[in-house]
C-alpha cells in the first residue's frame, strides 16, 4: 500500500501543471538569492580569469624575447604617408575656402521671396460673409484639419 501512495505522488508530481506551478513558486520565493548567486558566479569567474592572465602567462621565453626586442627598436617614423596627410589636409583646407555662391541650391535652404502679386497687401481681398454688404466685411475664422 505505501509504493502504490508513492507512485501516485511520483505520478501527480510529474504532470506539466505541477511542474509549473513548482517553478513559479520557487522563482517568486528565491529569485533575490538565485540571482545573487548567479550575480556571484560570474565575478568569481572574471577574477579567475583576470588572475590566469597575471599570475600564469602563456608565453615561453622565445616568445617574451622576440617581444621585448620588438619593443625595444622603438616606433618608426613614416616620413612620406606624414607628407602625404599633410598636402592632403592642405588641398582640403583650399577647397573649403572656394565661394559657393555660383552653386545651385539643390534643397532650397535660401528663403524664396514671396509670389509677386502677394507683395502689396492692398490686393489681398477681405473675407466676408455672403450676404453681408460688401462695406461692411465680417471677418471669416479659418480652421484647418492639419
Do not use: H
Amino acid at each position: 500500500m505505501n509504493i502504490l501512495n508513492k507512485l501516485k505522488k511520483i505520478k501527480e508530481f510529474s504532470k506539466p501543471n505541477y511542474l509549473f506551478k513548482y517553478l513559479l513558486y520557487f522563482s517568486g520565493r528565491y529569485i533575490r538569492g538565485f540571482t545573487f548567486l548567479i550575480a556571484l558566479a560570474a565575478v568569481a569567474f572574471c577574477v579567475y580569469l583576470w588572475y590566469g592572465t597575471i599570475y600564469r602567462p602563456q608565453w615561453n621565453e622565445n616568445q617574451k624575447k622576440a617581444y621585448i626586442k620588438d619593443k625595444s627598436q622603438g616606433i618608426v617614423f613614416n616620413e612620406k604617408g606624414f607628407e602625404y596627410d599633410t598636402a592632403a589636409a592642405k588641398d582640403r583646407a583650399e577647397e573649403s575656402r572656394k565661394d559657393l555662391s555660383g552653386l545651385t541650391d539643390i534643397f532650397r535652404l535660401k528663403k524664396q521671396s514671396a509670389p509677386p502679386e502677394a507683395k502689396d497687401k492692398t490686393d489681398l481681398k477681405k473675407p466676408s460673409v455672403q450676404g453681408a454688404k460688401t462695406s461692411e466685411a465680417v471677418p471669416v475664422a479659418v480652421v484647418s484639419n492639419l
